[in-house]
Nanobody, 121 residues
Framework: VQLQAYGGGLVQAGGCLRLSCTASGSISSGIHMGWYRQTPGNQRERVAVISTGETPNYSNFAKGRFTISRDNKRNRISLQMNSLKPEDTAVYYC????????????????WGQGTQVTVSS
């Protein structure tokens, strides 16, 4: 499975960005997908995950500001990020896996390349 992410960039605090990720390759019964992020010197942390049945799971910092969605026909997910803060600055990774629980808890089967999100104050 290959994951192609796009949509990062530079935005001012309070602004918004939309990330998208498309999965390709050997996807037989569908995969659970999501986003993790990493800042320099820190571990990667979960942002949001969405199941094949479109059940979302958000980290506390994402609740109320970020919305994850998916298009199963296109094996694509999106992350709408609103009210961005400087502390949201990070490299965001698209992830996927066969187990929703595993993707939520960080046991990721597939990682995409990161896309940089920078929020200026």
């Amino acid at each position: 499975v290959q994951l192609q992410a796009y949509g990062g960039g530079l935005v001012q605090a309070g602004g918004c960005l939309r990330l998208s990720c498309t999965a390709s390759g050997s996807i037989s019964s569908g995969i659970h997908m999501g986003w993790y992020r990493q800042t320099p010197g820190n571990q990667r942390e979960r942002v949001a995950v969405i199941s094949t049945g479109e059940t979302p799971n958000y980290s506390n910092f994402a609740k109320g500001r970020f919305t994850i969605s998916r298009d199963n026909k296109r094996n694509r997910i999106s992350l709408q990020m609103n009210s961005l803060k400087p502390e949201d600055t990070a490299v965001y990774y698209c992830v996927a896996g066969d187990s929703f629980y595993n993707v939520v808890t960080g046991r990721i089967d597939y990682w995409g390349q990161g896309t940089q999100v920078t929020v200026s104050s």
